[in-house]
């Protein structure tokens, strides 16, 4: 079982950042031309928010940080130190802003964990175990915030003359479906049965216009069989803190842009819960974005979703939203990877 190392590196590529943020700047510029609402004075508006909100918007994207190094130094049993793990995820954030989140930055983590020391087979399985956590975080959690919010969370938009509301419905709902369908299956794969997993796996790419795909089935299934092996036996006192850390993790996340709207416009609770709720909808929509990082897709949703609860403010938040919650990510990767490519390459450890 290999490594791409150079397929690895052409996404861990510093020169990749300017990618997304062109794209990003391109659709700000196409947004600030289109829209009569746009213009020097409402990117003045800027300067009215709140100290506090946009405090708490700082803080909620660093308690995600800091969840996510406290979740990957605990998922390898403490065998990063915080300043790896720092690396790790840094490094691991960088990778997913330069790739379509379609694709993310999965095998690139696999990569790092392993340059780190970590074996092969541990890396594999605590990378899965983060995916499976995330997808159950919005399996189990979507459905009970979209209770609480009383069936507001699909905006009303002027976009193709109300539709879109009705499309992101049918979008949402049938990529929940396929993303419950995907986590039942992996976690069942990884915990349960791996090797009727595989099994699978081979009898399906055995299909006559699946079989170019036969060999790599049978990668996956060697490396689902190798990560639950490292996984069995594992107890509740090593679960539960890393469950926990991802309810944490995407609070945080999600609360950030609370905070900053709140840093604009004065919320009701039930606001709160509907902003809240919609981002787990726009998240569905930035996922499937073939773009880095999603960006262009990203801001230009932000408007569709949450343009009610900021009058005038729109185009602002939006961009103070990608500047807090993407863009410091690229930054740091182009900063950071250096420094790693020299401390796992260059220096004996």
């Keep these: 079982?290999?490594?791409?190392?150079?397929?690895?590196?052409?996404?861990?590529?510093?020169?990749?950042?300017?990618?997304?943020?062109?794209?990003?700047?391109?659709?700000?510029?196409?947004?600030?031309?289109?829209?009569?609402?746009?213009?020097?004075?409402?990117?003045?508006?800027?300067?009215?928010?709140?100290?506090?909100?946009?405090?708490?918007?700082?803080?909620?994207?660093?308690?995600?940080?800091?969840?996510?190094?406290?979740?990957?130094?605990?998922?390898?049993?403490?065998?990063?130190?915080?300043?790896?793990?720092?690396?790790?995820i840094i490094?691991?954030?960088?990778?997913?802003?330069?790739?379509?989140?379609?694709?993310?930055?999965?095998?690139?983590?696999?990569?790092?964990?392993?340059?780190?020391?970590?074996?092969l087979g541990k890396a594999i399985a605590y990378v899965m175990v983060t995916a499976i956590l995330d997808n159950l975080f919005f399996v189990i959690g979507a459905p009970i915030i979209l209770f609480l919010a009383k069936g507001e969370i699909f905006p009303a938009s002027r976009v193709m003359e109300m539709r879109l509301g009705n499309s992101l419905e049918i979008l949402f709902w049938s990529s929940y479906g396929l993303y419950t369908l995907y986590s039942v299956v992996m976690a069942a794969a990884l915990f349960y049965r791996p090797r009727v997993f595989k099994w699978v796996l081979l009898k399906i790419s055995s299909i006559k216009w699946l079989v170019k795909w036969k060999h790599a089935a049978h990668e996956y299934g060697?490396?689902?069989?190798?990560?639950?092996?490292?996984?069995?036996?594992?107890?509740?006192?090593?679960?539960?803190?890393?469950?926990?850390?991802?309810?944490?993790?995407?609070?945080?996340?999600?609360?950030?842009?609370?905070?900053?709207?709140?840093?604009?416009?004065?919320?009701?609770?039930?606001?709160?819960?509907?902003?809240?709720?919609?981002?787990?909808?726009?998240?569905?929509?930035?996922?499937?974005?073939?773009?880095?990082?999603?960006?262009?897709?990203?801001e230009f949703f932000f408007s569709q979703f949450f343009r009610e609860f900021l009058s005038g403010y729109t185009f602002v938040t939006s961009i103070l939203w990608r500047m807090l919650s993407y863009y410091p990510y690229l930054i740091l990767g182009a900063i950071f990877l250096p420094k790693?490519?020299?401390?796992?390459?260059?220096k004996k450890k």
């Design 1 to 88: 079982m290999k490594l791409d190392n150079k397929k690895i590196f052409e996404t861990l590529n510093p020169n990749k950042v300017w990618v997304p943020v062109l794209i990003g700047l391109g659709i700000v510029f196409l947004m600030f031309y289109l829209d009569p609402n746009v213009n020097a004075k409402t990117l003045r508006g800027v300067f009215d928010a709140s100290f506090l909100g946009i405090f708490l918007a700082v803080i909620f994207i660093l308690f995600r940080d800091v969840g996510y190094v406290y979740r990957i130094r605990t998922i390898t049993d403490k065998k990063l130190t915080w300043v790896r793990a720092i690396y790790v």
């Design 91 to 119: 490094l691991w954030e960088f990778a997913s802003a330069v790739t379509p989140s379609i694709v993310g930055g999965t095998a690139v983590a696999i990569f790092i964990l392993n340059k780190e020391g970590i074996k």
């Design 222 to 298: 060697n490396q689902i069989i190798e990560a639950s092996k490292e996984l069995k036996g594992k107890k509740k006192d090593y679960w539960l803190p890393i469950i926990g850390a991802t309810i944490f993790i995407w609070s945080s996340r999600y609360l950030m842009l609370n905070a900053l709207i709140s840093a604009y416009e004065s919320l009701s609770w039930t606001e709160h819960i509907i902003i809240f709720a919609r981002q787990v909808i726009m998240w569905i929509v930035m996922m499937i974005s073939p773009t880095p990082g999603s960006s262009g897709t990203a």
């Design 340 to 346: 790693w490519i020299r401390h796992v390459f260059f």
